[in-house]
Nanobody
Framework: QVQVVESGGGLVQSGGSLRLSCAAS????????MAWYRQAPGKQRELVAS???????NVVDSVKGRFTISRDDAKNTVYLQMNSLKPEDTAVYYC???????????????WGQGTQVTVSL
């Protein structure tokens, strides 16, 4: 079992910034990748950004240039720096911890409880 704890959400005005944090209860070398997803009301959960154990990052086009994902292996923590926030960024943001492939081909992954980000006009 892996404990995944997110923090840093809140209410911010359009154009503002927030930094989300996600701490995992596993050492960095045990983690294959970590990612941030978000789910807006009435919509499916979608990937926002991911970072592998090797430091390779991926950010979806809708937030590219505004959001940055990074990690601190010493703290087993991944961050999502969100700048120039827009009302359409409003969602519950979830952290995903991927421990790698299982023998059946599925991924062993764990999710945090989510943190609300609300961007007002």
């Amino acid at each position: 079992q892996v404990q995944v704890v997110e923090s840093g959400g809140g209410l911010v005005q359009s154009g503002g910034s927030l930094r989300l944090s996600c701490a995992a209860s596993r050492r960095a070398f045990e983690i294959n990748a970590m990612a941030w997803y978000r789910q807006a009301p009435g919509k499916q959960r979608e990937l926002v950004a991911s970072i592998t154990s090797g430091g390779n990052t991926n950010v979806v086009d809708s937030v590219k240039g505004r959001f940055t994902i990074s990690r601190d292996d010493a703290k087993n923590t991944v961050y999502l720096q969100m700048n120039s926030l827009k009302p359409e960024d409003t969602a519950v943001y979830y952290c995903n911890v991927d421990l790698g492939l299982l023998p059946d081909g599925s991924y062993l992954e764990f999710w945090g409880q989510g943190t609300q980000v609300t961007v007002s006009l």
